[in-house]
């Protein structure tokens, strides 16, 4: 049974930070291309942050400068490091594995919330 866990949200501050976990279980994690998602009320789900099984990452250019996505392969675990937080970044944040070479393997986690507010 696959699963992705998400962990790490909650509520902080303009220009705080937050890191968000994703562990995964049931997958061979290394072949996996992991993405960030969010989706804020009322608004389309938007890729954030993608890491290859090799390590290249990709970002939207929201959030180019301020988050950096990372991954553990030794411990099945994506992590985002979201620093200088907006209320425009306030969304829920998925997870989400893609294998490498056969796309049909796609799995999404739960969800996250992350609010940005004072």
């Known amino acids: 049974q696959v699963q992705l866990v998400e962990s790490g949200g909650g509520l902080v501050q303009p220009g705080g930070s937050l890191r968000l976990s994703c562990a995964a279980s049931g997958i061979i994690f290394s072949r996996y291309v992991m993405d960030w998602y969010r989706q804020a009320p009322g608004k389309q789900r938007e890729l954030v942050a993608s890491?290859?099984?090799?390590?290249?990452?990709n970002y939207a250019d929201s959030v180019k400068g301020r988050f950096t996505i990372s991954r553990d392969n030794a411990k099945n675990t994506v992590y985002l490091q979201m620093n200088s937080l907006k209320p425009e970044d306030t969304a829920v944040y998925y997870c989400?594995?893609?294998?490498?070479?056969?796309?049909?393997?796609?799995?999404w986690g739960q969800g996250t919330q992350v609010t940005v507010s004072s």
């Open positions: 890491i290859t099984s090799g390590g290249g990452t």
């Open positions: 989400n594995g893609k294998h490498s070479s056969f796309l049909q393997y796609d799995y």
